[in-house]
């Protein structure tokens, strides 16, 4: 019999409270239990963040974060930025920049740069380099993904 523990988080602005195996990672209770399927699985090391999502605003790697770190936490996943209706400005900026190939990295791209942008609005080349570290992407040279990143951070000054 395996045992269970309660956990109560706030996932895209909705509280979300349920019975959890203690061993569970945060990837498996917002992509498969609770079907938030921007939330990618890849490398299941923390490496690559497929699975990166915002917890209090921080960017980190869900695959290797216990579910039970986030109790009482804010997440963010992709799917709670913007809207088909209106997206975020890194959204849009990306589809701009033509930053998206299979889409596959996109949402933690994202999500990282939304971290760094709200710590940061003026960041340099170095400093989006920095802040996208955590991400690989397979598909792009990084080039236009950075150009998305310090254009969104344009838009979002004004």
């Known amino acids: 019999m395996t045992s269970k523990t309660f956990l109560r988080m706030i996932v895209n ?9 203690p061993s569970a990672m945060l990837l498996d209770i917002l992509r498969y239990e609770l079907g938030f399927t921007g939330v990618k699985e890849a490398c299941g090391r923390g490496e690559c963040g497929a699975c990166t999502v915002l917890v209090d605003g921080i960017a980190i790697s869900s695959c290797i974060t216990p579910a039970l770190k986030a109790m009482n936490k804010e997440i963010v996943t992709i799917e709670g930025l913007g809207s088909s209706a209106k997206l975020h400005p890194i959204q849009e900026a990306f589809i701009e920049h033509g930053a998206v190939q299979c889409g596959f990295c996109t949402p933690g791209m994202i999500l990282s740069a939304k971290a760094l942008l709200d710590k940061n609005l003026s960041p340099t080349e170095e400093e989006v380099k920095v802040g996208l570290s955590g991400n690989l992407c397979r598909c792009t040279g990084y080039v236009k993904i950075i150009e998305a990143v310090l254009s969104a951070a344009e838009k979002m000054r004004k």
């Open 13 to 21: 602005g909705e509280v979300v409270e349920r019975a959890i195996r």
